[in-house]
């Protein structure tokens, strides 16, 4: 009897130590993971929550626009394709062999990201340019036009993305909830598409003109090996993960007749506007399933989500992704950025806002 007390006494000491063992290490992998993935997260503990308010059953099958997560894999698949082939890297790369001066410098790897957002999403364009912006910088000697350079960078995605319906996953969900046409679509956002084109250029020209000799670069190469496997592993699995909780908790919110009288309510006659501060807080992705879950005037929609993609670091995703780049590879601009990023984003804000009036 003795050895088998003192048996299950050593077997709960050993769990205790285990445990405590398991647990920091179980803590600090999830709160990585939640700083890593925040929007995913939250996305997942609210539909999490709604599902105690709206029994689950098959009908949460039919809340997922599938059209949209399926034609976001699909644009996803063919962006890593295009990212392994480093495509866009290589023409800036012959860009920059007649680049003279800093300011030149800036405006090729501005532009750049403009251009490349169109077609493989303002996310990649930040994700492949703005390590690139750094190394180039690093290399003439001018780390400090890193900060101006990316805050432009970060702009300049946020606005090419706007050209095409699939530029940003936010304009992905619209296009396929809207069924608006490509055309209408590119025209409903061409007016804000051309001032902020033109404040992209007017804003480059307070970066010095200084004359720089940008040495050669490492060839680019291309490895074959495992190359299906890359881009497979390259897609945002969390991203799409994050479509399916949102409309999950959309789809929930809708079939609980209080949220959905008031969000009606105050969403209706006010799209545009709520696009734009939904966007500040929670980003312009769930802004835009949130708001089309409560309203059809899609075209409202569309330029409230856009216009508010910029202002605040949260507005849009691709914000936060190059803000988390620059401050990994140098930690004490962190605030200077903030603060320069902040100020040039709500700048933009406020002129589009008036765009928006007059028009």
Known sequence: MMDSGR??????????????????????????????????????????????FVKPSTDYFYYIN??????????????????????????VRKLLTKITNTRQLASVLIFACFLSSIFITNDVSLIIFVPFTILALKKVGRIDLSIITVSLQTIAANVGCMLLPIGAPHNIVMYTVSGIPFTSFF????????????????????????NIDLPKMN????????????????????????????????????????????????????????????????????AAILLSGFSSNYSAIIVGINIG????????????????ILVREYGEFKIRYLKRFTVLNVILLIILVGVYILI
């Open 66 to 91: 599938w059209d949209t997560i399926i034609l976001l894999f699909i644009i996803m698949f063919f962006v890593e394709i295009l990212k392994n082939l480093a495509v866009f890297e290589r023409v």
């Open 219 to 286: 060839k680019i190469t291309f490895n074959g090996e495992n190359f299906l496997k890359r881009i497979l592993l390259g897609i945002d699995y969390f991203l799409l993960l994050t479509f399916i909780a949102l409309f999950i908790l959309i789809g929930n919110l809708e079939n609980i007749p209080i949220f959905y009288s008031l969000f009606t309510q105050w969403i209706s006659g006010n799209e545009v506007a709520w696009g734009i501060i939904a966007s500040q807080v929670i980003s312009n992705v769930p």
């Open 187 to 210: 025209l409903l956002l061409l007016p804000y598409i051309i001032v902020s084109v033109v404040f992209l250029l007017i804003s480059s020209l307070f970066i010095p003109k200084d």
């Open 7 to 52: 048996s299950a006494f050593c077997w709960k000491q050993w769990m205790k130590m285990q445990i405590k063992s398991i647990m920091p290490n179980l803590i600090q992998k999830t709160s990585n993971f939640f700083k890593e993935e925040t929007v995913f997260s939250i996305s997942f503990i609210l539909a999490i929550i709604s599902c105690f």
């Open 309 to 324: 993609g910029f202002g605040t670091l949260i507005a849009s995703m691709a914000n936060l992704i190059s803000y988390k």
